[in-house]
């Protein structure tokens, strides 16, 4: 019975001095990836140098979470969230013709019907609807009766880039859902603003509204163009304080109405992210520490 004493009281002894069990603290929580806009603008055929900006981004190694686009920035917008590189977006601009999207028909509202664009979109995406592609996308476009900004995030890829596009003019309007649908210039030149409300943390916008500086306008496209350049330059300015960064190609001298100053485009595109990556890296930086 002593003995029996003497380990139960050892026991006890042993149990008291062994040390208490270490809390378990939770493992922090990872933050979530900040969501990254790239904002493509409306310009016409200067929206080539939308493709020389995604290249310099990529080059390093920059991957926009989502992207925005109005007129010629929803068509370079929608290739690339198909899931096009910058390599790629750029072979295709050369193969391009532009007979390939413009169908002339008689004047009815405007010279071009706007079905060859829709059909070339939705080709090179494979058909798949807005909310389908591998990024998501934003297409801005303006409700002709309204007046309204329209923010399409889901339906016919092509019909609604087709819509973003639709020079009043030049392109018909585009009928979606019983109502009438023109540029997104009209009311988004470059959609900084759509781009946060698709819950964008970081909004990397790209402007080529720069009002074209030759001399002559040789037609009545080219006024019409320069007119909406003119216009879309003034009211960029208030919605780009949404912007985190903003590079502005140096397309004033590239030609807005025809295809023949592409690769100028693309180069004027690629140099001006090029200028403004060390700014870009370091607000980047600074956005995810946050």
Aim: proline fraction near 7%.
């Amino acid at each position: 019975m002593r003995r029996l004493v003497l380990l139960l009281f050892t026991a006890l002894l042993t149990a008291c001095a062994a040390p208490p069990p270490v809390p378990t603290v939770p493992a922090p929580t990872p933050k979530p990836p900040l969501k990254i806009a790239l904002v493509l603008g409306g310009g016409a055929a200067r929206g080539f140098a939308h493709i020389g900006v995604i290249k310099a981004l990529e080059a390093q190694g920059i991957v926009p979470s989502m992207v925005v686009g109005t007129s010629a920035g929803s068509v370079v917008g929608a290739l690339y969230a198909s899931g096009m590189s910058g390599f790629e977006l750029q072979k295709q601009a050369l193969d391009i013709q532009e007979n390939m999207v413009t169908d002339w028909v008689m004047p009815n509202r405007g010279v071009l019907k706007g079905e060859a664009l829709q059909d070339f979109i939705n080709q090179q995406v494979k058909n798949l609807p807005i909310q389908r592609l591998p990024k998501p996308l934003g297409v801005v476009a303006t409700d002709l009766q309204s007046g309204e900004m329209v923010l399409f995030r889901q339906g016919n890829t092509g019909m609604a880039v087709r819509a973003s596009s639709a020079v009043p003019g030049v392109f018909q309007p585009v009928e979606i859902n019983g109502r009438d649908y023109v540029d997104g210039g009209l009311t988004s030149p470059v959609p900084a603003q759509a781009a946060r409300a698709m819950g964008a943390d970081f909004v990397i916008a790209v402007d080529i509204s720069n009002v074209n500086r030759r001399d002559k306008l040789a037609g009545t496209l080219d006024v019409l163009l320069q007119t909406f350049a003119i216009m879309g330059h003034t009211i960029s300015r208030h919605e780009l304080e949404d912007a985190d960064v903003v590079i502005r190609p140096k397309t004033a001298t590239v030609s807005s109405t025809d295809f023949a100053d592409r690769n100028l485009a693309i180069l004027e595109g690629e140099k001006a992210a090029a200028a403004v990556m060390p700014e870009l890296k370091a607000k980047l930086a600074r956005a995810q520490q946050r």
